[in-house]
């Protein structure tokens, strides 16, 4: 057994026994780790309060045989705009929801927990609402899934490009055409995504809104094809919005 420090997002937690609960944790060395935070749930507590989900905070954990145990916690961002704001929390969960579906325990990923952080960090300071569609994209980079989106995946032709279809992997011309319908403008936006130009994306779908609606749709899609399951959170989501 040994003792541990990392930074780490908050993803989610659950009960367990009477005082106590699991915390789910995205850390920047470890990847993702459960933890559990004794009396936490106890008004005494001086753990409990700062262990919310979408916390980024700095923990110190006591690694055991079979769960970690938290020990210490210093919070770093509560995100506090995100928090009060019903649009912002609901897109920030789905990004938790997208990052604990999409991860396995102890699996070091630096580049999406960079992902979730700075994406954190610009929907707490500037909202775009592209951003929960760009998210998706950028996932699906980082694990390997990026969509084929310059020329058809089926006859190979980079002519009228109409269709996108997830069990395919990308797009489809006319000819081909099957799934989901697609903008040229959303396949600029794409290209834009997955080429880093990540601010002209946004800008992008935050004066047309939709398009943001039809990257969002386009991303969420994939990402469930890939996971094999709903997101929970964007169900919630698109009741709202």
């Known amino acids: 057994m040994s ?3 990392d930074i780490a997002v908050i993803l989610r937690t659950y009960r367990i026994g009477e005082a106590d609960k699991i915390v789910v944790l995205f850390t ?18 001086k753990l409990g309060a700062r262990l919310e989900p979408l916390g980024l905070v700095n ?6 045989r079979n769960l970690a145990t938290i020990t210490g916690v210093d919070v770093i ?15 920030a969960t789905t990004m938790l929801e997208i990052i604990d579906k999409s991860t396995l325990d102890n699996q070091e990923n ?32 980082i694990e390997g ?14 002519e009228d490009l109409t ?24 396949l600029d936006t794409l290209k834009l995504i997955f080429s880093g130009q990540l601010a002209k994306a946004l800008h992008m779908c935050s004066h047309v809104p939709e398009l943001r609606n039809e990257i969002e749709s ?21 009741t709202w919005v």
């Open 28 to 45: 920047k060395d470890h990847g993702k780790m459960r933890a559990v935070a004794k009396g936490s749930r106890k008004t005494t507590s």
């Open 3 to 5: 003792s541990l420090q």
């Open 77 to 91: 961002d509560n995100f506090a705009e995100v928090r009060h704001n019903l649009d912002k929390i609901m897109m």
């Open 145 to 158: 899934l990026t969509p084929q989106i310059d020329n058809c995946c089926s006859c190979n032709t980079t």
């Open 218 to 238: 386009l991303g969420i899609n994939t990402l469930e094809h890939h996971l094999g399951q709903k997101l929970k959170s964007h169900l919630n989501l698109t």
């Open 163 to 186: 269709a996108f279809n997830v069990t395919v992997g990308g797009v489809l011309c006319k000819n081909c055409q099957s799934g989901q319908l697609i903008s040229q403008q959303a």
């Open 110 to 141: 630096d580049d999406l927990f960079q992902l979730l952080t700075k994406a954190l960090a610009t929907l707490d300071k500037n909202f775009s609402p592209g951003i929960l569609g760009a998210f998706c994209f950028r996932t699906l980079m």
């Open 59 to 64: 923990v110190i954990l006591w690694q055991g």
